[in-house]
């Protein structure tokens, strides 16, 4: 029964968590956006002490649920673990623990999570944010692409139950990060159960040591085990030793599978006291203790490559030209950061918020220093002053929660203008589009000696929100970009 509820709850976070990075309407993280905040490296970054303080004491209580119920990689190498139980059955072991690789992991994590220019490495490490590339960079195309051939399907037989939403395909670096992640995490995962999340993983050693004192625990009652070892052949954390009769608590991810197995009836979910009356502890050192602390169908594919396919001509007549990404001084950073200094040493690139945007503003940079950190660009679209979606959805404190009216008074950047792009100069028609849509008034069209109206900008009054980028007809580069700035300030 445990191991039902335990499942239950698995599959209903992370389906919810999921959609949290698929979902392009913004309903699901209306609702649900709280479970990306309960994650327990983000909630340490965002100081959210209530979060942090709660999934202590669900340890303590209960050992390592957060890591089989909560955490979505977890939950995905569990399904991965599943998958390969289907093809052989019986097939794991106990294995010693490793505490010098446990502690030295969590070290060097906490090392490069310290420093700037190894913070891209821990990023990479980190399970929630491991999670969340993998379902922008891989799972949400897919996602955008299913849809837009619904549409196209629905459309065809006169109905708009869908509709069709812009499919950016991430860059390649991005690609491959996610897809090795998912591989190596999926095979590891596939072959040995969870050795990464009790090797690896920062979480996992911080949550282990933890649940060494849980409340409740798994044990052994020595007089009803008939040492078949059926349940250390079925541990998918390789953690109990049916020898000695011991499980290592602080690998035990609380999965309840050997409950499940065990037909003796020998393994029993208890209180603490019990444990020191019925399991073999074998008086353990203090070292020890230092130890465990340290498919989409073709015709869906089909009918959204043709719609793709469809949005490159303007009118049937004349090809879109797509825009280029000029080159920034500093890339802005959304409102909210405070800072580039602060957005990076919060932020754990979840790309959460990147999932969220719904004007595709942000995209993971490739700059080593920011690896997979979401950063602004505006050939898609432009931060519009009336959304606040990445601050509200941002788990790590990186992007502070803002209301609408001091999202329009927040200056994230500031216009530069280039007169070599500009049609006014190539074509020598007049234009002034970067004017009209600006919305704070920033830019205005001045008549300059050759007779002709260039704009010029007010750098004070500019909130860098990239509209006039964004809209600017020059191509295949804006005659307008926007630079970031160090410090967000409010205008």
């Not at 992370?14 to 327990?40: C, E, H, P, R």
């Not at 959210?48 to 209580?61: C, E, P, Q």
């Not at 190596?184 to 282990?208: D, E, F, Q, Y």
Request: with cysteine; charged share 15%; aromatic share 8%.
């Amino acid at each position: 029964m445990l191991k039902k509820i335990r499942i239950a709850f698995a599959i209903i976070f992370f389906t919810l968590i999921t959609l949290l990075f698929l979902d392009f309407t913004g309903v699901i993280s209306n609702y649900f956006g709280w479970m990306a905040k309960i994650q327990f490296l983000p909630a340490v970054l965002a100081l959210n002490l209530v979060i942090v303080f709660a999934l202590i004491v669900l340890t303590l209580l209960f050992g390592r649920l957060y890591c089989s119920v909560i955490c979505p990689l977890g939950v995905m190498q569990d399904i991965f673990t599943w998958m390969g139980n289907k093809t052989k059955k019986n097939r794991f072991a106990f294995k010693e623990n490793h505490p010098k690789l446990r502690i030295g992991a969590l070290v060097v994590f906490i090392i490069l999570l310290i420093i700037p220019v190894g913070s891209f490495i821990a990023h990479l490490v980190a399970p929630y944010s491991a999670f969340g590339r993998i379902a922008t960079n891989l799972f949400a195309p897919l996602y955008r692409l299913a849809n837009n051939g619904l549409a196209s399907v629905a459309e065809s037989h006169n109905s708009y139950l869908f509709h069709n939403v812009n499919t950016i395909i991430p860059d390649k670096l991005s690609i491959i990060i996610a897809l090795v992640t998912l591989i190596g995490l999926g095979i590891l995962a596939w072959k040995s159960g969870r050795t990464w999340c009790n090797n690896i993983c920062p979480v996992g050693t911080i949550l282990g040591w933890m649940s060494q004192f849980s409340v409740f625990k798994p044990i052994i009652n020595t007089e009803k085990c008939n040492g078949c070892g059926k349940c250390a052949r079925n541990c998918k954390a390789s953690c109990i030793n049916p020898k000695e009769h011991r499980i290592d608590h602080s690998r035990c991810v609380s999965c309840f599978d050997c409950i499940e197995n065990c037909r003796q009836g020998a393994i029993q979910y208890v209180k603490r006291p019990r444990l020191q009356k019925q399991e073999n502890t074998n008086n353990e050192s203090v070292d020890n203790s230092k130890r465990n602390f340290m498919a989409t169908s073709a015709l869906f594919v089909a009918g959204a490559a043709m719609e793709a396919k469809a949005k490159k001509v303007d009118g049937g007549l004349a090809v879109i030209e797509d825009k280029k990404i000029p080159v920034r001084n500093l890339s802005p950073k959304p409102a909210g950061s405070i800072s580039v200094k602060h957005f990076t040493n919060h932020c754990t690139a979840c790309q959460l918020c990147i999932s969220a945007c719904p004007n595709q503003v942000l995209r993971p940079s490739t700059n080593l220093e920011h690896l997979m950190q979401p950063e602004m660009s505006f050939e898609l679209g432009y931060c519009r002053s009336e959304c606040n979606k990445c601050a509200s959805v941002c788990p790590a404190g990186a992007i502070q929660p803002i209301s609408i009216e001091e999202k329009s008074s927040i200056q994230i950047g500031y216009a530069v203008f280039d007169k070599t792009n500009c049609v006014v100069t190539t074509d020598g028609v007049p234009c002034g589009n970067c004017a009209r849509h600006c919305p704070v008034g920033a830019i205005l069209m001045v008549e300059q000696a050759d007779g002709k109206k260039y704009p010029t900008v007010n750098t004070e009054i500019c909130i860098g929100c990239g509209a006039c980028e964004n809209l600017c007809p020059a191509r295949p580069f804006s005659a307008i970009h926007v630079e970031g700035v160090e410090v967000q300030r409010v205008r």
